[in-house]
């Protein structure tokens, strides 16, 4: 059984940044892949961005490609999304998740263990 908890979220301007930061316990970290999805109010989950065991993969949503990155730190057991320029937008509560088997970073449906969320909220 994996556990993990995200962290780092909070209320900032338009423009501004925040790293989010995901640590796993419970299990083998390197042995999962892991994704980051975020949820608006009255809206579905909605796929961010996922990295790959070693991380040598990375996969973006479009609304994020080139302001958002993920990253990992298999000693540390714990994963990050950097977010930069934020926008009123990315507004939402953000979770990460740990996938054994890698094959569909995109698709939540995939992923065996999902942390408690961290609320984002950008102000314009």
């Known amino acids: 059984q994996v556990q993990l908890v995200e962290s780092g979220g909070g209320l900032v301007q338009a423009g501004g940044s925040l790293r989010l930061s995901c640590a796993a316990s419970?299990?083998?970290?390197?042995?999962?892949?892991m994704g980051w999805f975020h949820q608006a109010p009255g809206k579905e989950r909605e796929f961010v961005a996922a990295i790959s065991r070693s991380g040598s993969s990375t996969y973006y949503a479009d609304s994020v490609k080139g302001r958002f990155t993920v990253s990992r730190d298999n000693a540390k057991n714990t994963v990050y999304l950097q977010m930069n320029s934020l926008k009123p937008e990315d507004t939402a509560v953000y979770y990460c998740?740990?996938?054994?088997?890698?094959?569909?970073?995109?698709?939540?449906?995939?992923?065996?263990?999902w942390g408690q969320g961290t609320q984002v909220t950008v102000s314009s």
């Open positions: 998740a740990a996938d054994y088997t890698g094959r569909l970073p995109r698709i939540d449906s995939t992923y065996e263990y």
């Open positions: 419970g299990g083998t970290f390197s042995s999962y892949a």
